[in-house]
T-cell receptor
Framework: SAVISQKPSRDICQRGTSLTIQCQVDSQVTMMFWYRQQPGQSLTLIATANQGSEATYESGFVIDKFPISRPNLTFSTLTVSNMSPEDSSIYLC????????FGSGTRLTVV | GDSVTQMEGPVTLSEEACLTINCTYTATGYPSLFWYVQYPGEGLQLLLKATKADDKGSNKGFEATYRKETTSFHLEKGSVQVSDSAVYFCALSLTGTASKLTFGTGTRLQVTL
């Protein structure tokens, strides 16, 4: 199955700033998925990123807040914009394979 | 819409005890079912999966059987170890195309000596 390198692994950011999270996959994949895991909660899908087209966002998530880039079949970024403490979460990317493979996650704390 | 319901945690067991974590689902089609495990401070790892009714997924002593008649996919292990302490997530995806995972709320398992 695919191996995903996700970075940064953690960050502490000031409110009002933005953070870009990167995921690099060791093989070409059609779709990449971005999830959020709020403290003590389950995972919620933010958006699905398909190479060459705009990402598809789930209800409650908007492109202005979570812009996504997908420049090629092995790479994607998620930006968390104009952050507030409510954005403190773990953010994970995922690709479909034999099961679904996940990156190691980015633990974001907004202060 | 599609959903997954998992038993509430935390579950606390003594080492070598039997484990069952209940999971039921609602889906419009014929989903694939998964169990993921999240060890403390780590990302999600696929534990096992089943893609059709009556399939049994197994890994590391854990098992789960896809029961279409009861829409369930309960996770079981005959003898847990301290190293099994983690959060376990039941999830589904619809088959056929690249599809998102829908997760249950997660069940925290704590195994003590």
């Amino acid at each position: 199955s695919a191996v995903i390198s996700q970075k940064p692994s953690r960050d502490i950011c000031q409110r009002g700033t933005s953070l870009t999270i990167q995921c690099q996959v060791d093989s070409q994949v059609t779709m990449m998925f971005w999830y959020r895991q709020q403290p003590g909660q389950s995972l919620t899908l933010i958006a699905t990123a398909n190479q060459g087209s705009e990402a598809t966002y789930e209800s409650g998530f908007v492109i202005d807040k979570f812009p996504i880039s997908r420049p090629n079949l092995t790479f994607s970024t998620l930006t968390v914009s104009n952050m507030s403490p409510e954005d403190s979460s773990i953010y994970l990317c995922s690709v479909q394979g034999e099961g679904y493979t996940f990156g190691s996650g980015t633990r974001l704390t907004v202060v | 819409g599609d959903s997954v319901t998992q038993m509430e945690g935390p579950v606390t067991l003594s080492e070598e005890a039997c484990l069952t974590i209940n999971c039921t689902y609602t889906a419009t089609g014929y989903p694939s079912l998964f169990w993921y495990v999240q060890y403390p401070g780590e990302g999600l790892q696929l534990l096992l999966k089943a893609t059709k009714a009556d399939d049994k997924g197994s890994n590391k002593g854990f098992e789960a059987t896809y029961r279409k008649e009861t829409t369930s996919f309960h996770l079981e292990k005959g003898s847990v170890q301290v190293s099994d302490s983690a959060v376990y997530f039941c999830a589904l995806s619809l088959t056929g195309t690249a599809s998102k995972l829908t997760f249950g709320t997660g069940t925290r398992l704590q195994v003590t000596l």
